[in-house]
């Protein structure tokens, strides 16, 4: 079985720019879940997405955005790049119960410069 | 408040030797469920084990060992004969409330020297 796969790897950016990261989930995973990684900050959850829907939402600004597709395929997007928005950011899938383990993908690193 | 608290940023040890990772929560909910992570080198984030709060029988498996104990609220991952593989940040996170959102420890970096 395929595990979560994400898009692109890595990514460089400028200060004012917008991007979109995009996140394939585990076949038959309806949940997908987004965390930000810093090393000051660590593992932040930014939101969840299910069956299309926004279910939890963090505490980060509006800049922050996601959706999700019908295949459950998710995409999150940031506008305005700052400088402090350079991190890995993380995709997780799952069945969507809150017991369920979350299997993540590799990640994104994303560069602000 | 629900919180994470990984008390130990780094650890260092000599292949063999047995390292237990500290991992102490905080929730005023009744119904959790605490987990752990390996992240090497690599990146990926890798399920280890999950455990809800009605479950307090300590967990086995091969050289890892899981030690809850709501009396403390602390759910310590203990690594028996740790070896070179084993060197990765570990994270110990929390499911609390009626959401599906993890709450992180900052994670404890382990290195196993041979």
């Known amino acids: 079985k395929a595990g979560v796969t994400q898009t692109p790897r890595y990514l460089i950016k400028t200060r004012g720019q917008q991007v979109t990261l995009s996140c394939s989930p585990i076949?038959?995973?309806?949940?997908v879940s987004w965390y930000q990684q810093t090393p000051g900050q660590g593992l932040q959850f930014l939101f969840e997405y299910f069956s299309e829907t926004q279910r939890n939402k963090g505490n980060f600004p509006g800049r922050f955005s996601g959706r999700q597709f019908s295949n459950s395929r998710s995409e999150m997007n940031v506008s305005t790049l700052e400088l402090g928005d350079s991190a890995l950011y993380l995709c997780?899938?799952?069945?969507?119960?809150?017991?369920?383990?979350?299997?993540f993908g590799p990640g994104t690193r994303l560069t602000v410069l | 408040a629900q919180k994470v608290t990984q008390a130990q940023t780094e650890i260092s040890v000599v292949e063999k030797e047995d390292v237990t990772l500290d991992c102490v929560y905080e929730t005023r909910d009744t119904t959790y469920y605490l987990f752990w992570y390996k992240q090497p080198p690599s990146g990926e984030l890798v399920f280890l084990i999950r455990?809800?709060?009605?479950d307090e029988q300590n967990e086995i498996s091969g050289r890892y060992s899981w030690n809850f104990q709501k009396s403390t609220s602390s759910f310590n991952f203990t690594i028996t004969a740790s070896q070179v593989v084993d060197s990765a940040v570990y994270f110990c996170?929390?499911?609390?409330?009626?959401?599906?959102?993890?709450?992180w420890g900052l994670g404890t970096s382990l290195a196993v020297n041979p």
């Open positions: 996170a929390l499911n609390a409330g009626n959401n599906r959102k993890l709450i």
């Open positions: 076949s038959g995973h309806r949940s």
């Open positions: 997780a899938s799952s069945w969507g119960d809150r017991a369920n383990e979350q299997f």
């Open positions: 455990r809800n709060s009605f």
